[in-house]
Nanobody
Framework: QVQLVESGGGLVQAGDSLGLSCEASGGTLRLYSMAWFRHVPGKEREFVASISPSSGTIYYADSVKGRFTISRDNAKNGVFLQMNSLKPEDTAVYYC??????????????????WGQGTQVSVSS
């Protein structure tokens, strides 16, 4: 089973950029579709972006399209989220998640069987 650890969160100002990383261990990353979700207390976990095992298919939530970029490096067992033009409404705990490519749908959190512990991103106005 794959274990996921996120890093790179922090406190930034609106308009700044931030890069998140997700390191996978205990499994072969290329077997999994990967995604980033975010969660704000009192709200449901929100889909941010997903990437297929070969990076051939990528999806973004409308709220981040054009500002965020998801990527992966299977050789280094890493998944990344580059966030530009950050807004206060991007403030959340960001989670990395993995699923086998044939299960569920890319935007549904229930489709993902493996999760990291999350990293806090805070954007001040």
């Amino acid at each position: 089973q794959v274990q996921l650890v996120e890093s790179g969160g922090g406190l930034v100002q609106a308009g700044d950029s931030l890069g998140l990383s997700c390191e996978a261990s205990g499994g072969t990353l290329r077997l999994y579709s990967m995604a980033w979700f975010r969660h704000v207390p009192g709200k449901e976990r929100e889909f941010v972006a997903s990437i297929s095992p070969s990076s051939g298919t990528i999806y973004y939530a409308d709220s981040v399209k054009g500002r965020f970029t998801i990527s992966r490096d299977n050789a280094k067992n890493g998944v990344f989220l580059q966030m530009n033009s950050l807004k206060p409404e991007d403030t959340a705990v960001y989670y990395c998640a993995a699923r086998t490519s044939y299960s569920g749908t890319y935007y549904a959190s229930v489709s993902y069987g493996f999760w990291g512990q999350g990293t806090q991103v805070s954007v001040s106005s």
